[in-house]
């Protein structure tokens, strides 16, 4: 069977890719925060919103917000683990779109019972600089939460 080279180059992209995905929910579940700012481009752009009603949870653009915004997200011991569901990768050159489903699972503090917090899907645009695939934007949509504080805009995804 011969190897077609622009079908292997698209399948190693692909895997890159989802291999951002994951690097973004380890760094972010073990407070590697200069990892996980380090998934995005120096202008990318993270927003979080409602899915039913459309009001928005949070933003970020560009490293400095993102930075502040990870220094603030909860670290083990108060473990999270973000878990990427089903993502459909399309790429094209050094440009690609990746639509997920994600689910957030948490430690509830007082017997340490893990919770389904969050659920939703995300939306991101990819883009390969200097040979490396970086999240360049990240649409995330909450479409269910357990955590009351969202509904008055203080939980994050």
Known sequence: MAVDEKELRAL???RAIVQLMH???HAMDYGDEAAWVDVFTPDAVFDVVESVGGRRIHRE???GDLARYVAAYPKPPAFRKHVIVDPVVEVDGDEGRVEAYWILLHREQ???APVLAAFGRSRDRVVRRDGEWR???R???VEATTFP???AGGEHE
Do not use: H, M, P, T
């Open 12 to 14: 190693l992209d692909e």
């Open 23 to 25: 690097r973004y929910a």
């Open 61 to 63: 653009e560009g490293r």
């Open 110 to 112: 007082a017997d340490g």
């Open 135 to 137: 999240i360049a934007e």
């Open 139 to 141: 649409y995330a949509e």
């Open 149 to 151: 504080s969202v509904a």
